[in-house]
């Protein structure tokens, strides 16, 4: 008789642990729909506040490029002596005032890609190209600079035999654009190289290597980060958007690579970009 007793208290308190695990259950699935809803709601509002901001920066560029593009227009005119020829005085502050328009034209451009890439609405658009065909963009691009510089070399070296690429020419000729004026800026005299080389049997490296100013070690890992700047006597009189490395990084990350940064102070930087040699299916329309 005591047995039976003892067996249905057993199973009593069994079942009240049982009717209390599945309330604590329900309270805790509760608290977990509550806890996704909210993420949800979180997710939702970050959407709109990155659309926003998109928006605004769209926009924004939009009307900053008229007024720039005027004020450039009107600072080539009076270079070219159209209402009369300027004296050095004059010359130099028309040069100082284009120089500032182009500098705030550029900040606009670098903030609306940054914007475009968060949006996931910058396209990627590969295509088969050469090679040479881009060192040949880059170094007339680039030869005006060099030249009126004259302490700086910039030498494209002549890559091994690589096949034909197939990527975005326009966002690799972009990332190597940076680089390239990131080493002239920094290279008061001296030698900026351009090389490209195979990366095991899919890549291929992109290099640019100057015999510059050098960076110090502790700011290499976030070079790449947004409006991070190299803290400089040259950076302090060459202002810049702190912005175009980040961009790099994004636009070789959108190409399925990576970037890099090898520097010793007094001696030079290395700048890298690797890239496959062929762009993955599936990321021809980026937008």
Not at 165 to 170: H, I, P, R
């Amino acid at each position: 008789m005591n047995s039976a007793v003892d067996i249905d208290a057993e199973l009593q308190r069994l079942r009240a642990e049982n009717a209390a695990l599945r309330a604590e259950l329900d309270e805790t699935n509760q608290g977990v729909l509550a806890l996704y809803a909210e993420l949800d709601q979180q997710a939702e509002e970050l959407k709109q506040v990155s659309e926003l901001k998109s928006r605004f920066l769209s926009y924004m560029s939009h009307e900053f490029r008229t007024p720039l593009g005027s004020i450039l227009s009107i600072t080539r005119l009076l270079e070219d002596g159209l209402d009369g020829p300027l004296n050095d005085e004059q010359l130099k502050q028309v040069r100082f005032v284009s120089a500032a328009a182009v500098e705030l034209r550029d900040m606009v451009d670098d903030l609306l890609d940054l914007a475009k890439i968060e949006a996931g609405r910058i396209s990627i658009s590969p295509a088969w190209f050469d090679l040479m065909d881009l060192f040949s963009a880059l170094r007339g691009m680039f030869r005006p600079l060099v030249e009126g510089a004259g302490s700086v070399e910039l030498v494209f070296e002549d890559p091994p035999p690589l096949p034909m690429l197939y990527t975005d020419d326009k966002k690799l000729a972009q990332i190597l654009r940076n680089f390239i004026a990131n080493a002239l800026k920094f290279t008061p005299q001296g030698r900026v190289s351009v090389s490209a080389r195979l990366q095991g049997e899919s890549h291929v490296c992109f290099s640019v290597r100057d015999t510059g100013i050098g960076i110090p070690e502790h700011m290499l890992g976030a070079l790449f980060e947004d409006f991070v700047q190299v803290d400089s006597p040259i950076q302090k009189r060459l202002r810049g958007t702190g912005l175009g490395l980040a961009l790099c990084r994004r636009f070789a990350e959108l190409l399925g690579g990576s970037v890099g940064v090898n520097s010793v102070v007094g001696e030079g930087s290395e700048f890298h970009v690797i890239l496959p040699i062929a762009l993955p299916e599936g990321t021809d329309d980026g937008g």
